[in-house]
């Protein structure tokens, strides 16, 4: 209530005190003031100590966009002439700053994401790391990947690991203006680089640009990297091996994408079903990605890159062939229908990366063939196996007159018979004897000498089934 109604009412300074929650002293300077017919006195503006640099500060906060300290601008005030503390000039850069704000805030509204629509992409580092950071802005679905470089087809790999991963294709990738996406600009028209419309056209969506300097206008996905670097990178560096790293952030991705997300109250993943059937399909076909690199299959159905080797099919033996690295893996791709037929880890100079399938299985071990050539090794080894067996076996028992002993034990033959003789030489070769005087002492020995098994399986014989007796029959009768 007014000071005067109160006074008119109660008729009373210390009534009218009470009322109006004042002190009596003040309700008589105020009837006394009104009854002369007088008005407040007017008071002098006060006088600050800043006031001479005022129009300096104003100056500086607007040219700057209101983003300079008040440290960085006191040494220009303290050369124009302010004289008075920092912190009493903090306070003026604080209050010109909200002016500031004040005046030129964009009155902005919030987002409102429609199903299968946006997805939102960006870039971090942290710690020489770059991490690739993309959110599905409607069910808020998050993807997350390492790299060692923010290049054009890293960025483009990763996009379509993305589309990979989501299942399918949003209509429109939002993106902040990337030297690697962003082939110029005209009339603040960004125009994307050839490479980025062609994995656009690809997969059928529509590359869209923010605004220059305007994070807030995709801050879906700059709260997504700085919330990966917070509880993905830092309790986790540092990460020595990226293929380790990668596998984290998908953990990571599958944890965060599984539990309630604050904004939406609900879980991504679940939403992720709903969205996806909005998503338009993944093609039939694996994008080429990356400057494609061309070389000729030798033959040992292998081509080099990088100082190795690296093997693809032998049905491309003295074709053309193109290869493109993609997150430490070499695709050779076939030239003019884009099928990738092989994929390497890299390896260092000077190794080799050989799969078996591509020859038809494993590697078979060495085998060294026995090709009689004089007539005695002929008329040998026409005894059979047995006979070439015999000459592997000495050769590498280190028998240096097996050349000379093929003649004797041919003519043993004649002596004891072929049968007897190749039962000599199965015996010299399951005893380890290389020698023509073995062989004829085993023929002398004749064919009573034992023969060596090895033990074999567990005997199991069937006991025949005999009649039982009672317990009963056993006691012992009543004694009379």
Aim: charged fraction near 20%.
């Amino acid at each position: 209530m007014d000071i005067i109604s109160a006074y008119r009412e109660v008729g009373t300074y210390r009534g009218a005190a009470q009322i109006t929650g004042t002190t009596p002293k003040t309700v008589k300077r105020v009837i006394d003031r009104h009854e002369a017919g007088g008005s407040a006195p007017v008071r002098a503006p006060r006088v600050h100590n800043y006031d001479d640099v005022a129009e300096l500060v104003a100056a500086r906060v607007d040219k700057t966009a209101g983003r300079i300290s008040a440290k960085r601008l006191l040494p220009a005030a303290r050369a124009a002439g302010y004289e008075g503390s920092s912190r009493n000039f903090r306070r003026l850069v604080a209050a010109q700053k909200l002016v500031w704000r004040n005046d030129n805030h964009r009155g902005r509204r919030p987002a409102v994401w429609s199903p299968g629509e946006h997805l939102v992409i960006d870039w971090g580092v942290l710690g020489g790391l770059h991490v690739f950071c993309a959110v599905l802005a409607w069910c808020r679905v998050r993807f997350v990947r390492f790299a060692t470089d923010e290049r054009a087809e890293t960025t483009l790999a990763m996009l379509a690991e993305c589309f990979e991963v989501l299942g399918g294709v949003p209509g429109v990738v939002l993106a902040d203006r990337m030297g690697c996406l962003k082939g110029g600009v005209v009339a603040n028209q960004v125009v994307p680089t050839p490479q980025y419309l062609r994995l656009a056209t690809h997969y059928g969506f529509r590359p869209d640009f923010c605004e220059a300097n305007d994070p807030q206008s995709k801050g879906i996905v700059e709260n997504l990297v700085g919330y990966a670097k917070r509880d993905l990178i830092v309790p986790q560096a540092p990460f020595t091996d990226l293929a380790a790293a990668n596998e984290q952030a998908a953990a990571w991705c599958g944890e965060v994408n599984g539990v309630i997300h604050s904004e939406i109250c609900a879980v991504p993943a679940e939403q992720l079903a709903i969205e996806r059937e909005l998503l338009a399909p993944l093609p039939s076909l694996r994008p080429s990605i990356g400057r494609v690199v061309t070389r000729k299959v030798d033959r040992l159905s292998c081509v080099r890159f990088g100082s190795a080797r690296y093997s693809v099919p032998t049905r491309l033996i003295g074709e053309q062939v193109g290869l493109r690295t993609d997150d430490g893996r070499l695709l050779v791709v076939v030239t003019g229908t884009g099928q990738v037929v092989a994929e390497h880890t890299l390896v260092a100079p000077g190794e080799a990366a050989v799969r078996d399938e591509h020859y038809g299985g494993p590697r078979p071990a060495p085998r060294r063939a026995v090709r009689p050539k004089t007539a005695a090794e002929k008329e040998f080894c026409a005894l059979g196996p047995v006979a070439e067996a015999f000459i592997t076996g000495a050769a590498a028992a280190g028998n240096t007159r097996l050349g000379s002993e093929l003649a004797q034990l041919s003519g043993l033959a004649a002596a004891h018979g072929t049968e007897a003789l190749l039962a000599a030489l199965e015996r010299a070769v399951a005893f380890g004897r290389w020698r023509a005087g073995d062989v004829r002492s085993i023929l002398a020995a004749g064919a009573g000498v034992a023969r060596p098994r090895q033990a074999g399986d567990a005997l199991v014989i069937e006991l025949p089934v005999v009649p039982t007796r009672p317990l009963s029959d056993y006691a012992i009768g009543e004694l009379s």
